[in-house]
Nanobody, 127 residues
Framework: QVQLVESGGGLVQAGGSLRLSCAAS????????MGWFRQAPGKDREFVEA????????VDADSVKGRFTIYRDNAKNMVYLPMNSLKPEDTAVYYC????????????????????WGQGAQVTVSS
């Protein structure tokens, strides 16, 4: 059974930093591209960042470019999302997700392409 468990969320002031972690089990992590998505109250879930299976390629949403940097440690079955220069508009529940298809050759930003999801971690940025 695949499980993705996020941790590291919390309350931080604007300009501060957090690092989200995603612990994966039940799958061979190096076979899957991974992504982070977020959902703010009253809004649709949106793409944040994604990383290829061995971390060679990453894709960032424009809203977080230069502030967030996804990376992974396949040996530890972990994916991370360091978040710097946080803004109140970054407030959301953040979800870790694994690609629906193992060995996909490209990194996708479409949520429907991700088949496994964590329970989410709340990030709140105060102004």
């Amino acid at each position: 059974q695949v499980q993705l468990v996020e941790s590291g969320g919390g309350l931080v002031q604007a300009g501060g930093s957090l690092r989200l972690s995603c612990a994966a089990s039940g799958l061979t992590l190096r076979s899957y591209a991974m992504g982070w998505f977020r959902q703010a109250p009253g809004k649709d879930r949106e793409f944040v960042e994604a990383i290829s299976r061995i971390g060679v390629s990453t894709v960032d949403a424009d809203s977080v470019k230069g502030r967030f940097t996804i990376y992974r440690d396949n040996a530890k079955n972990m994916v991370y999302l360091p978040m710097n220069s946080l803004k109140p508009e970054d407030t959301a529940v953040y979800y870790c997700a694994a690609d629906l298809s193992p060995f996909r050759g490209v990194v996708t930003i479409a949520s429907y392409e991700y088949g496994y999801w964590g329970q989410g971690a709340q990030v709140t940025v105060s102004s």
